[in-house]
């Protein structure tokens, strides 16, 4: 985006090459040849210069993405990703088991995540409502995409608090029916249910492997909040 505000610039030194190999066709000067190379080479430098800031600048960005992902993973979204995992049939992954993968492993996690069975329908809504519960986090990684300049971040913000609406009308009319026996019935509503409940997992997994690659000791305190929460769970 940013070279479309400099594209008069451009424009004025393309045509100023043009312009000295015009004056060079009539007047058949050699020295025009070399003038006309000047604003092409600044051009070139100036299409170099502009991609190595704007590649500088993604990875900043992304490096502060990271972090901001680790603040929200270990607090308003731990309760999310806890449900989601606990209610997987298959493949059988969990917290201790992210934990005490090597690399290798968490990436080969990551792929079997391509292929997601839940325990049943029922186990599924525990998971929808932490989605719901988890609204402002999902408005603020919105905002942060928008910050950023990150479009697809954006664009899954937004499906995500779609489904989230979705539910929260409903549970609104029907306070006492399960959102997810209505879905099943609806097959859009179903893909969009399952689309967001995987994307969850897969997300998860994605962000373990990128914090063990760049990272590892985020990912070994992450990992142990989440061990810990686990544990807590299980025996309160």
Known sequence: MKRFKHVGFYIGLIGMAGIFLVLEHYIHWEFLWHL?????????????????????ENKEKRQQLLYIKSYMFRSEMRGLFIANFAALKSPDITMSGIKNAALEELKDLRRQAEHIEYKSLDAMEPVIMEY?????VWHSFKERAITYNFENIFMDMIYILHFIYDVKIFKERNPHRIFIHEAVKREDLMKKVWKVLTDGIKSFLAYAVELKEKQPAIFDELMADYELSVHIRETA
């Open 36 to 56: 006309a190379a000047i604003p092409l080479d600044i051009l070139i430098a100036v299409f170099i210069v502009e991609r190595f800031l704007e590649n500088r």
């Open 132 to 136: 719901v519960k988890a609204e402002s």
